[in-house]
């Protein structure tokens, strides 16, 4: 019982945060399934809610962000970019959240043989495990802008701890009175540890995850 009062299905906030002008009960359920199974403490169901009551929650725009990744391979250096992708930033100094997740099926790599291989079994492996998804776990800023957002990063089926280097800038106002604010963020992740260790002599195991974002401030 305890537990169950600690822990909270994320779909719930998702629903009421990051989608507040649909109503509840007409969201299409395919838009909650990323996080069905995905369970959150408390704490941050707390922290992100009053950060929307306070006006300090920004929703990710998807037709102005991009999402993506880099990794060298014998060939050159391969790059794709996410199409789908969903999530939100809650600015509360050092309590600031935040949670994203990405429709890995909406890769795109411009040249179809990678962009095949890359979504099967050998790597993301699509069809078992259709979403990357991400949740803060702490946020320590260094400067005004520049920050360290480190949290849970599932993907593959597999869930394991990362640090985002964060750089976010106001594009109408001062941080946190800015209706729009722009966020680069970047962090490096071993594929091996999510279970891709396919082609270990032509792809590095370093792989780099480049997030650019524009965010709107939600208003009741």
Not at 147 to 159: C, E, F, N, P, S
Request: net charge negative.
């Amino acid at each position: 019982m305890l537990k169950n009062n600690r822990i909270i299905h994320i779909s719930t906030l998702i629903v009421s945060l990051l989608f507040p002008l649909q109503p509840y009960a007409a969201v299409n359920d395919n838009l909650c399934a990323p996080f069905k199974d995905a369970d959150i403490d408390q704490t941050l169901i707390e922290s992100m809610l009053k950060s929307a009551v306070d006006g300090n929650l920004y929703r990710i725009k998807p037709s102005s962000s991009k999402m993506g990744f880099c990794v060298e391979s014998s060939v050159g250096v391969v790059k794709g970019d996410f199409q789908k992708f969903k999530g939100g930033l809650a600015l509360e100094g050092d309590n600031s959240q935040s949670m994203v997740t990405i429709n890995v099926a909406s890769l795109d790599t411009n040249v179809l043989f990678i962009e095949q291989l890359l979504k099967s079994e050998s790597f993301l492996d699509v069809e078992k495990h259709p979403d990357l998804i991400f949740v803060s776990t702490s946020f320590e800023w260094i400067n005004d802008n520049k920050a360290i957002l480190k949290g849970m990063l599932t993907m593959r089926g597999v869930t394991k701890p990362v640090a985002f280097y964060v750089d976010i800038t106001e594009v109408d106002g001062d941080l946190g009175d800015s209706d729009t604010i722009m966020v680069k963020a970047t962090t490096t992740v071993h594929r091996a540890e999510f279970g891709m260790n396919s082609l270990s002599m032509m792809v590095n195991e370093k792989v780099n995850l480049c997030m650019s974002i524009e965010a709107e401030k939600y208003r009741a």
